[in-house]
């Protein structure tokens, strides 16, 4: 018998007695693939979106960060390291207005000599230091213009207040020196903490 | 637009509830806000060509930080001239307050151009 029609008779008698359940089992089959196709594309896609999402993401990152350093050195250079002896002066300005305070006699007209040196050596503070932080940072600036004026408002209070005795030296320490000491520790954490944001 | 009216700060002195006591400064931001709120002045000086700010008796200071919070909007809105122009002050006592007026009028256009 020639093989080939032997194949082909074979082929023909085998279909016809495939059970049915093997075609269907072949129809199963085929949604399967596709499902599975279906979910490749979809898997590729998202992981495109997520590379693109992670490329723009670290390039703004890497721009916020070099506008951070630009800050933080445009800080330094223009401002901290020619200004810095003003900050100082200002604090040791201030402890010296208040010394008079010391004195037994305390009256208005003293209050208000100091009073008004303190507000006039704040406002050269404002204008030769604080000033020049609006260059670089607005909020940088209004940090350190109320940490002052925490200052001068609290010595204002300070000296017109009957209540308190500022010629006895431990609440002269307490009011007005210890205040001093903390605006100047403040606004030094201010300026060492700011990081160009 | 009406004519005149009156701010008297004597009506928004600090008191101390516990002593009773009537505070001889104004100081403050916080102060300075309450009093803009409470008296509106924002709003009368759209609708009055003058206002007048009294300064009572027995005051010895008005800090710079009370009065750029008091005037902050009114300064923007107007500028230094016609702000001076529109506000008269008047102390009953012998309280000056034009250095720290001066000082917070300044700091309220100082900022004003850095964020311009």
């Known amino acids: ?197 | 637009m009406k004519e005149k009216t009156v701010i008297n700060l004597e009506q928004y002195r600090a008191k101390d509830n516990k002593t009773g006591i009537i505070s001889k400064v104004f100081t403050g931001r916080d102060r300075g806000k309450r009093v803009r709120e409470e008296s509106r002045i924002d709003s009368l000086a759209q609708n009055y060509k003058k206002v007048e700010i009294i300064i009572p008796k027995n005051i010895y200071s008005i800090n710079p930080s009370f009065f750029e919070e008091l005037f902050v909007y009114v300064v923007l809105e107007f500028g230094k001239e016609n702000f001076l122009e529109k506000f008269e002050f008047t102390s009953e006592g012998e309280y000056d307050c034009n250095k720290p007026l001066n000082e917070a009028i300044d700091r309220i256009l100082r900022s004003k151009t850095a964020l311009d």
């Open chain 1, 1 to 197: 018998m020639d093989p080939y029609i032997f194949i082909h008779d074979s082929v023909a008698e085998i279909s016809k007695i495939m059970p049915k359940e093997v075609t269907n089992v072949v129809i199963e089959q085929n949604i399967w693939d596709y499902f599975c196709s279906g979910a490749n594309v979809l898997i590729a896609i998202a992981n495109i979106g997520l590379i693109l999402y992670i490329f723009f993401r670290e390039r703004k990152s890497g721009n916020d960060d070099k506008e951070k350093n630009r800050k933080l050195g445009l800080l330094k250079t223009l401002i901290i390291d020619y200004n810095m002896d003003r900050f100082y002066k200002f604090y040791k300005n201030v402890i010296e207005s208040t010394q008079p305070l010391l004195s037994e006699k305390i009256d208005n007209t003293l209050k208000t000599d100091v009073n008004e040196a303190i507000l006039a050596l704040s406002t050269e503070f404002r204008q030769e230091f604080v000033d020049l932080f609006l260059a670089i940072d607005h909020n940088l600036y209004n940090k350190i213009i109320d940490e002052t004026d925490s200052l001068t408002d609290c010595i204002t209070k300070s000296l017109f207040d009957e209540g308190i005795n500022l010629s006895y030296k431990p609440k002269f320490h307490d009011e007005i020196e210890a205040k001093i000491n903390e605006t100047r520790t403040n606004t030094l954490k201010i300026l060492f903490s700011y990081k160009g944001e």
